[in-house]
């Protein structure tokens, strides 16, 4: 039937396990390059450090997070995440800066993070 088509489901990985609850993901590739202008105009660009930044949200069963990500705030450690994207994913180390948990009624508790790490290419 024309127009229908396959999508990609959401997933998220933390060293390797997959997190079931996860209900938002989102990647950014930020190549931090400065641009170089002239008398003339846009020059064009000086590489900067790059980074990716991954926030997310996951929802909390009642035995607790399938992953600690506040201890990983707390604590400092750099984890490696990998988010697919079709045949390709991104997969890189880094931190995770923040953590936060809300809720409210008539939904689940949720925890929100951003993690970020390493500019590289899908692999």
């Known amino acids: 039937m024309p127009g229908l088509q396959d999508h990609l489901r959401l997933a998220l ?9 996860a209900s938002d993901i989102s990647l ?6 400065q641009p170089v202008e002239t008398l003339e105009g846009l020059a064009g660009k000086t590489g900067g ?5 991954i926030t997310g949200t996951c929802a909390i069963p009642l035995g607790g997070p399938e992953f600690d990500f506040e201890s990983a705030v707390a604590n400092g450690t750099y ?24 809720g409210s009624v008539g ?14 290419p899908l692999r």
């Open 107 to 120: 939904k689940s508790t949720e925890m929100r993070f951003t993690w970020m790490g390493e500019f590289k």
């Open 13 to 21: 990985l933390v060293d390797g396990v997959q997190q079931i609850k």
């Open 28 to 33: 950014k590739c930020d190549g931090k390059n």
């Open 79 to 102: 984890h490696t995440l990998q988010v697919p994207l079709g045949v390709k994913s991104y997969i890189g180390n880094g931190w995770f800066e923040d953590a936060e948990v809300s």
């Open 49 to 53: 450090s790059g980074m990716v930044t």
